[in-house]
C-alpha cells in the first residue's frame, strides 16, 4: 500500500444511522492516488451508504472525512463534487436531450455577459475533458445517440471536468457487454495514470480482482477487513463477505435420468430479433442460454412467455403444438417467468411483500370477487421460509428489501402456481455472493424435483455452474450447442465470438 503522502481521501470511525438501523459502524479505510480500492459485502453491508456518505449525499452521525490532508464536511452533493469526489451511479443521470458538452458541464455551464452561456468555453472544455480518455465521440453529439458505454465515459469525462481527485464508480458494469466493460477498464487505467483514486463498488468478485489494487470487505455495516488484491482471492473474500464458506456454490447437477419434454421450439424467427431457434427441455433438465447483451435471448423468453408472438416456426408445449398469444395463457399453461430488470418488470415496488408474493395467483385467489386473504398470507408464509427470505414482515413494502431478497419474493410468487417451466432471466444480477450461491442452488433442488429450467445468464461461471445443456447464441443466431461434459469456458466464448464482428475501440 501506498505511503501517507499518498493518500487523498482517509475515512475515520464512520458512523450513519437510520432509524432502527446502524447502516455504517465505525468504519474506517483510506484511498491512495493512482489506486483502485474496492468496496465488497452483500446487500445491506453498508457500501451504498458509505458511498453516499463520501459523496456528500449523506452527513455522518461520527467520524471524520480527511480530504487532502484536511477534514471536511460535506454539506450537498455539489459540495463534495466542487472539491473533487464524484460518484458515478449505477443508473447514469445524464439527459438525453442534451448535448455531450452540455452534460458534462451541466451545473457549471460557462457563462459570459447578462448570464449567457458560453459556448465556445463550454465546447473547449469539454473537448479537454473527451481527450484525455481518447473518446470518438464529439460535444455536439446527443447523449441520446451514444451507447450506454459512451454514456458512461460521459460520465467520466464529467468527473475529470471536475478536476476530480476520487471518483466512485456504483456497479459500472450492470448494464455494459463484455466489450464494453473492457472499454471501461481501459479508461480506468487512464484515472489510474493521472493520479486519480478510485473507489470500486461491485458484487463481481471476479471484476473485482480485474480492477483493484485494494479490497476492503463490509458485513452488517462493519469493516471486515482491508487487503491487497494479489494477496488474496475469491474465497476468502467470500468468506469474509458472508462470515462462512460456501463449500458447493453450485448445487450437484447429477441427474440419473430427465422426464418428459416439457417445451420444444422448432425454427422459431422474430424479425430483428431472432432466427431459427431450435432446442427443447425435459423433466428436470435446467437449460443454459448464453450470449453477450443484445444476442436475443430475452426476446426469445418474452415469445415463449407470450409477451411477443413468433413471425414464424412452431412452439410445442407437452408434446402439443400451441399459439402462445398472451402471457395469461403461458401462465394457464404452467409458465413462469423471472424477468431480467425485477424491479421495472418482476414486482410492484410500492406494494408490500405480502401483495407481491401472491400477485401471479390473484386471480386464483379469489371467491365471488373478494380476495381469499388467508391463502394470501399463507403462501407469503410458505416462500418466505423455503426461499429463506429476510424482511421485517408481509406489510414491509418490497422496495425496502436488498436485491436478494427482492428477487426471492420474485421467484416465490411464480413458484406458487406450481409452474412446469420456469423461465430465469438473468437470475443473480445485482445480487450479493450470499444470494447468488442460495439462488443457484434452488435453480438445481427445482430441476431434481421435476421442473423444467431456462436460464439465460451472460456470466460463464454461473452459466457452467447451473446448466446441464448450453445453447450459445450472437445476434440472434443459435451458434452452437454443449452438453455438460464437453463444454468448457473456451468453448462458449469461442461458439459466440467466432461469428461476431469486430469490435471497434474507444
Known amino acids: 500500500m501506498s505511503d501517507n ?11 450513519k444511522i437510520f432509524p432502527g438501523v446502524k447502516a455504517c459502524d465505525n468504519v474506517s479505510f483510506n484511498v491512495n492516488k493512482g489506486e483502485v480500492h ?11 451508504t458509505l458511498m453516499k456518505v463520501m459523496a456528500g449525499i449523506y452527513t455522518p452521525e461520527e467520524g471524520q472525512i480527511i480530504y487532502k490532508g484536511e477534514e471536511v464536511k460535506f454539506s450537498n452533493p455539489l459540495d463534495a463534487k466542487e472539491k473533487g469526489i464524484i460518484l458515478i451511479h449505477q443508473e447514469l443521470s445524464l439527459v438525453p436531450q442534451m448535448t455531450v458538452a452540455e452534460n458534462i458541464l451541466l451545473g457549471s455551464l460557462p457563462t459570459k455577459g447578462a448570464g449567457r452561456v458560453d459556448w465556445d468555453d463550454l465546447n473547449n472544455r469539454a473537448s479537454e475533458a473527451i481527450k484525455k480518455l481518447g473518446c470518438q465521440f464529439k460535444p455536439s453529439d446527443l447523449i441520446s445517440d451514444l451507447t450506454i458505454a459512451h454514456q458512461q465515459m460521459v460520465e467520466i469525462a464529467r468527473a475529470i471536468s471536475y478536476d476530480a481527485n476520487i471518483v466512485i464508480f456504483d456497479e459500472p458494469t450492470a448494464s455494459l457487454t463484455q466489450e464494453e466493460v473492457e472499454v471501461l477498464y481501459k479508461n480506468i487505467e487512464l484515472l489510474k495514470e493521472q493520479g486519480i483514486g478510485i473507489i470500486y463498488i461491485s458484487h463481481k468478485l471476479n471484476e473485482i480482482f480485474e480492477v483493484s489494487d485494494t479490497i476492503t470487505v463490509l458485513r452488517d455495516g462493519q469493516k471486515i477487513d482491508t487487503l491487497n488484491a494479489d494477496e488474496t482471492d475469491e474465497p476468502e473474500i467470500t468468506k469474509k463477505m458472508i462470515g462462512r464458506d460456501i463449500t458447493d ?13 416439457v417445451i420444444r421450439l422448432e425454427n422459431i424467427s422474430r424479425e430483428d430479433e431472432f432466427e431459427n431457434i431450435n432446442f427443447s427441455i425435459r423433466e428436470g433438465e435446467v437449460l443454459g442460454l448464453y450470449g453477450l447483451l443484445g444476442a436475443g435471448r430475452t426476446e426469445i423468453a418474452e415469445t415463449i412467455f407470450g409477451i411477443n408472438q413468433p413471425d414464424s416456426g412452431q412452439i410445442y408445449f407437452e408434446g402439443k403444438a400451441v399459439d402462445i398469444d398472451h402471457s395469461k395463457k403461458a401462465v394457464k399453461m404452467g409458465i413462469g417467468l423471472i424477468p431480467e430488470s425485477r424491479k421495472e418488470q418482476g414486482l410492484v415496488l410500492g406494494m408490500s411483500n405480502l401483495d407481491n408474493m401472491s400477485l401471479a395467483k390473484i386471480p386464483y385467489l379469489q371467491n365471488a370477487g373478494f380476495i381469499k386473504e388467508k391463502e394470501v398470507r399463507d403462501i407469503f408464509v410458505e416462500y418466505k421460509d423455503k426461499l429463506s427470505i429476510s424482511l421485517t414482515g408481509p406489510n414491509q413494502k418490497v422496495m425496502n428489501l436488498s436485491g436478494g431478497n427482492q428477487q426471492k419474493v420474485v421467484i416465490g410468487k411464480w413458484l406458487s402456481l406450481n409452474p412446469k417451466l420456469l423461465i430465469l432471466d438473468e437470475p443473480t444480477r445485482g445480487i450479493d455472493v450470499g444470494s447468488k450461491a442460495e439462488i443457484h442452488n434452488l435453480i438445481g433442488e427445482l430441476a431434481q424435483k421435476g421442473l423444467a429450467v431456462l436460464v439465460i445468464s451472460s456470466e460463464i461461471p454461473e452459466i457452467l455452474g447451473v446448466s446441464h445443456r448450453i445453447i450459445t ?3 440472434g443466431e443459435q451458434t452452437g450447442e454443449f452438453t455438460d461434459e464437453e463444454v468448457t469456458e473456451n468453448k462458449l466464448i469461442q461458439s459466440i465470438t467466432s461469428h461476431a464482428d469486430k469490435v471497434c475501440s474507444i
Open 473 to 475: 447464441m450472437h445476434q
Open 38 to 48: 474496492a468496496l465488497v459485502g452483500e446487500n445491506g453491508a453498508g457500501k451504498s
Open 249 to 261: 456454490y453450485f448445487t450437484s447437477k447429477k441427474i440419473t435420468k430427465y422426464g418428459n419434454e
Open 5 to 15: 503522502k499518498d493518500k487523498i481521501l482517509e475515512l475515520k470511525n464512520i458512523t
